[in-house]
């Protein structure tokens, strides 16, 4: 993964604050979604008609987990993700295919090193927490075989 120069952050300053606050996670997340609608096996998880939702759900959440505000929780209460992605077919395949486009678009984003790979650690852990299932993938080739 490349990292960017971007400035580390000062005492007593949030991982928000320090990447730039709620701009730099819109730019991530829209990116992210760009990548998803056009993906073969995360695309048809998303409904269309409501990928302005997903995008304000995953940017409210993750600002709200790296010190942000609190929106999230204030409107949907608990995060409790495995439980609201219990109905997707989650499994090895899709995660890697979601952490590849989140990969690329922090990466685009130019963060510090630290702050880069802060992000990612903490994106591909929850990626493996969400993982579901060890089923195939609905109409992929390895079902097929």
């Given at each position: 993964m490349n990292v960017g120069s971007g400035p580390t952050q000062e005492e007593g300053q949030s991982f928000f604050e320090a990447i730039g606050g709620h701009d730099t996670f819109a730019r991530i997340v829209h990116r992210f979604y760009q990548g998803v609608a056009s993906d073969p096996i995360l695309?048809?998880?998303?409904?269309?008609?409501?990928?302005?939702?997903?995008?304000?759900?995953?940017?409210a959440f993750l600002e709200q987990y790296w010190g942000g505000p609190t929106t999230y929780s204030d409107q949907r209460g608990h995060p409790r993700l495995r439980m609201r992605h219990h109905g997707f077919h989650v499994n090895p395949e899709a995660?890697?295919?979601?952490?590849?486009?989140?990969?690329?678009?922090?990466?685009?984003?130019?963060?510090?090193?630290?702050?880069?790979?802060?992000?990612?650690?903490?994106?591909?852990?929850?990626?493996?927490?969400?993982?579901?299932?060890?089923?195939?993938?609905?109409?992929?080739?390895?079902?097929?075989?």
């Open positions: 695309g048809p998880m998303y409904p269309s008609h409501d990928m302005e939702g997903a995008e304000w759900r995953l940017t995660r890697d295919h979601w952490v590849e486009l989140m990969r690329d678009a922090v990466a685009a984003e130019n963060l510090s090193p630290l702050h880069a790979v802060t992000l990612m650690d903490y994106l591909e852990r929850a990626a493996h927490s969400m993982i579901n299932t060890f089923e195939p993938t609905p109409g992929s080739t390895a079902e097929e075989a």
